[in-house]
């Protein structure tokens, strides 16, 4: 289901916070919403999920104006900052809340997926940090949405847990075909999941594209990244370099750098072009990596 | 719905009633005056214990864990649930063994029921505002306990220890059956000269006891912002003057 | 003293309630307390008792729920103006019903209705259980409602889960705090109330101080009889409430 916000506007009593807002993400895409804190990305994240109301402008789910819809008929759910769980319920409680049939091993198949098998009769406060939000991320999937809005769903995460969210997340969704919005005001974070961007300011969108270029021309986006560090001896590996391409191809690694505690290649394509690619984990055969720029 | 029409709602119940409480004539009831001295002796020793053994209460409260301290706050706050009146009978005849029945002592101790639970509790959620790490800080700006309270903790936790003294000034002195049944009518309180009056037909007099019941806590309020006041106006002048 | 001493204040505190407890028990026999089931009086004291402390506590209760909901937000003057009733002691409160109400018919002091008391109490409870609640209020996270809605949740199971279980505790221990409060209390009955049945804290008191010695063992079997009862509530409520208070109080801090 493709998401279209046409010309939205926000204002809250005079103050005008979002201005005219055009964005589109494809059925089953991730898209970025990347700005700093007060550009207006988590409000226009509450106006797409219905938590609050649009000034101006519409919002289409697919074929169906949704801009008048209480949220729970528009078929989206969030992670927020923080996991949210219901305190006073288990784990497995939690989940069963967010699903909407009475599916016999729901609750169960959910918990596996999420790394959290076994641990449905636990309550909040004996999950760490990363296991609540995976609980939280099972309770948001189990209820078959459409779409999925992420609030800044790492901040509150160390950078293991981080990494893993993500690939989970990435994971689960790309498997149920759902559309991903995630509000981030980490610009790595955009470019290790999402498969297009929009960059916000000041409640307007300033620059839009694919990570990839975006980070070679944006000065808002650009990363500024210099690829020293260590000398990796060289190696061969299939990798698949995503986005662009969806079958993976022998490369060469020649460079490797450690930031943020993101791993970034520089590798060499056969045709001799020279990427540099992210992954949040040590290289493996045919693993997926994102390519974040070319190398002249 | 508005909230300033609510505002107003509340307001007018809440007031309207204080509004014919002024008696016509306001004479010193030589009565009353008398047992004044008895009354804020009284009111500065059980509000002096209560913050004393309230403070420590309810800083362990606030951030000890365990199950000792789980009991200890429910014990504490017995008082608050239990039928404090009727337990006395058997504490009375205690005290005549003791010989604190019929003394000031005996009465003060007393009076610690009805109060210090509201005052542990108050102490432990002013406590909790604060956080151990604020608190933790304050240990390491400043080593000496007392200095630490002067300047730190004190200011910091100026609305609890106002509100403390204003709840058990307000408790202490509504006391009339805990007060005669222990102090056995010679230690004399303001709510001893009060409540007959109330039942009595002096219409006047009972206005002008009422403006004692109610003007006594109101003064002592007034007190303490003043005091308080004074507190933080000197602790950050000595700041000022501090040399590096 | 760096993270406190709670041993001064259980060592008064439990130790008074106790020993006085004790001394209440060993001044009784089993006939005492053999002679309570039949105790008529004893029985209408406690039905109107019961009947004031109730009304007292969930209309305060119901009050101060709404004043708090409504204020969440901003309180502005209301809250300065709803502290003003904790100033006044209750002997004093109870005067302001004498002075209003008194020609008052079924409404005012010394009718059987008993509105007098009830509105007294209105008065001074509903400021305490107000400021008792607020910060609750101020605490809750909205997010939970937000979240219930995006779940599909009805109104009601969305209110629960975001914020009702959150309320629940906080409300029931002001109301027991209350509901004791009324039921016990002696100073306002003794002036406002009718001279049969008496509320219970004025039928026991005036049974010990004004009646002959042998009055005296009814006495301390009434107490200690309500003592245990309200012993056993307590222990109840707490052995309920405890896991899943903790569960609340841990849960959220994440």
Known sequence: MDVRINKVTKRFGKTTVLQDIELTIASGQCVALVGPSGSGKTTLLRLIAGLEKVSDGTIHFGTKDVTKRVPNKRGVTMLFQRPLLFPHLNVGQNIRLGMKGNEEHGVAKWLERVGLAGREADFVHQLSGGEQQRASLARALAGEPDFLLLDEPFSSLDLPRRRELRTLIRRLTEQQGVTTLLVTHDREEAMAMADYVYV??????????????????????????????????????????????????????????????????????????????QTTERFAEAMTVYVVRKEA | M??????????????????????????????????????????????????????????????????????????????????????????????????????????????????????????????????????????????????????????????????????????????????????????????????????????????????????????????????????????????????? | MWRGNAFPAVFLIAGMVLYGLFVSVSMTTIADYQSLLTDSVLIESLTLSLYVASSSTLLSLGIAFGLAQFFTQRTGLAEQVLALPLFIPHLGAAYLAILYLSNIPVIGPHETSHLSLILTYIYKETPFIFFYLLPVFRRLDHRYEELGQLLGLSKIRRFWHGKGIFLLFPALEASFIVFAFVLFAYEVPALLGVTYPKMIGVYVFDLYTQGDLSQQPTAFAISVVLTVCLLLILAGFTWWIRPITERLSKGRIE
């Open chain 1, 200 to 277: 916000m300011q000041a409640g307007r969108i300033i620059e839009q594209g694919r990570p990839v270029a975006l980070s070679e021309a944006s000065p808002f986006f650009g990363d500024g990244l210099e690829l020293g560090g260590t000398w990796q001896p060289l190696s061969e590996i299939e990798l698949v370099l995503r986005p662009t391409n969806q079958v993976s191809e022998r490369v060469t690694i020649t460079k490797e750098l450690i930031q943020y505690g993101v791993r970034f290649y520089e590798i060499e394509r056969a045709s001799g072009e020279r990427l540099v690619v």
């Open chain 2, 2 to 244: 508005n909230r300033r029409l609510v505002t107003i709602c509340i307001t007018g119940f809440i007031i309207a009633p204080l509004v014919g409480i002024f008696p016509e004539t306001f004479t010193l009831n030589p009565r009353i005056v008398e047992t004044l001295g008895t009354t804020l002796l009284m009111i500065v020793a059980v509000t002096a214990l209560n913050h004393l053994i309230g403070y420590a209460a309810g800083k362990a409260i606030a951030f000890q864990t365990g199950r000792f301290i789980q009991i200890a706050e429910l014990l504490i706050s017995l008082p608050l649930f239990l039928p404090v009146l009727l337990l006395s009978f058997g504490l009375y005849l205690t005290w005549i063994r003791l010989g604190l029945a019929d003394q000031f002592l005996g009465v003060l101790l007393v009076l610690l029921l009805p109060t210090l639970p509201y005052t542990v509790r108050l102490y432990t959620n002013g406590f909790q505002a604060l956080g151990e790490q604020l608190l933790e800080q304050t240990v390491l700006v400043e080593a000496n306990r007392w200095k630490r309270f002067f300047f730190l903790v004190g200011p910091l936790l100026r609305p609890t220890l106002q509100s403390v003294t204003l709840l058990v000034t307000v408790i202490t002195l509504s006391q009339y059956a805990l007060v005669v049944l222990i102090g056995g009518g010679v230690v004399r309180m303001l709510a001893l000269e009060v409540f007959p009056l109330y039942s009595g037909n002096a219409a006047d007099a009972a206005k002008e006891a009422t403006i004692w019941l109610i003007g006594l806590p109101l003064v002592i309020h007034v007190g303490q912002v003043g005091f308080f006041s004074l507190w933080i106006r000197i602790v950050r002048r000595l700041l000022d003057g501090r040399k590096n």
